[in-house]
């Protein structure tokens, strides 16, 4: 038997899993699929990334593995428990936090939501009280417990949420986007606490969806992209980056009189993408060279359309650009440059 066969050997594990969704469009009826052939295995005391834009599937992942969906085919474990037929005797071990959910009662106190949900789960009354202080503390919420959650900002309620998903002390923890709607400062916080609690307890195991590329860089220990349902690659952070190190990646910042005719840079050779974003002062382009031979061209065509050099960087790969490698497009088209 493979170590694919013994799903008990992993805290995640899945086999060729698929989940459609039948759609209406008018009076006819379309299949649409969200997740495609997924296999994965996730070993005990790893943080293990989903990176992808979206609608790529990552949602759905997470709710067949935290049992509230069930899997069209293919199979899934968590903890060695069949997630479609042992639901019951996994969900004590096992927690969850998405980002932007409205969960709490907005009469309560931040300190009587997390305690009421405290009980849900069976936990001495003491403890959870000991453990809400604790967390509240160590994510800035502390001098927040007695206020009602319906005059909290939507930063603050994340906290709670997420303060609500660590405080079962869960075996393994599913965080579905857990920064939307943090502030830079408060993000970074979160994400340095969920390295702190995997620290405490080597065996404790997180799986992440995101789809901002720093926060997967930063924290996870491999990666695995999915677009359109399907896991196009798998990988540590490093060795994805990797497959985009032959190319020659520059950021440019030059002042020019408004957008810049970004086809006569891709018709040149060696240029493989030119991506623009036009900001007050200056415009910003990201180049993928074929190698640095290419940029002189570029330059040359930039001064044609009256464009002055401000500043040139060349830079190191990201996620991102792994993620255009594979597919051709932007992973987060709302935040990268146009």
């Known amino acids: 038997m493979s170590a694919q066969d013994d799903p008990a050997r992993w805290a995640i594990a899945t086999r060729d899993l698929r989940r459609e969704y039948t759609v209406r469009r ?146 393994v923890l599913f965080l579905d986007e857990p920064t939307l709607g943090l502030d830079v400062n408060a993000a970074r916080e979160v994400r340095a606490f969920v390295r702190q609690w995997m620290e405490a307890r080597p065996d404790r195991t997180v799986l992440l969806t995101t789809h901002y590329m720093h926060e997967a860089e930063e924290l996870c220990d491999r990666v695995a992209i999915i677009h359109r349902g399907r896991i196009i690659a798998l990988d540590t952070p490093e060795n994805l980056k990797r497959q985009v190190q032959g190319e020659a990646l520059f950021r440019l910042r030059v002042e020019a009189p408004g957008p810049l005719d970004l086809s006569a840079l891709e018709a040149l050779p060696g240029v493989r993408r030119v991506r623009q974003q036009v900001g007050p002062a200056a415009v910003r382009i990201d180049l993928r060279l074929d190698d640095d031979a290419a940029l002189p061209a570029v330059l040359e065509a930039l001064t044609r359309q009256r464009a002055r050099l401000l500043s040139l960087e060349k830079r190191a790969p990201t996620l991102e650009d792994v993620f255009v490698h594979l597919v051709g497009e932007d992973l987060t088209p709302s935040e990268a440059p146009a």
Do not use: C
């Open 26 to 171: 008018g009076r006819q009826r379309h299949t649409l699929v969200a997740l495609d052939d997924v296999n994965i295995t996730v070993p005990r005391g790893e943080l293990f990334g989903l990176l992808g834009p979206n609608g790529a599937g990552k949602s759905t992942l997470i709710k067949i593995l935290t049992t509230l969906l069930l899997p069209t085919s293919g199979r899934a474990w968590v903890l060695g428990y069949d997630v479609a037929h042992q639901h019951r005797e996994l969900r004590p071990f096992i927690n969850m936090v998405s980002g932007g959910e409205t969960s709490g009662y907005g009469l309560l106190t931040v300190e009587e939501n997390l305690w009421m949900f405290s009980q849900f789960h069976g936990m001495p009354s003491d403890l959870a009280r000991r453990r809400i202080r604790d967390l509240a503390a160590r994510l800035g919420l502390l001098d927040r417990l007695n206020t009602k959650v319906s005059e909290l900002s939507t930063g603050l309620r994340q906290k709670m949420n997420i303060i609500r998903g660590f405080l079962t002390e869960p075996e």
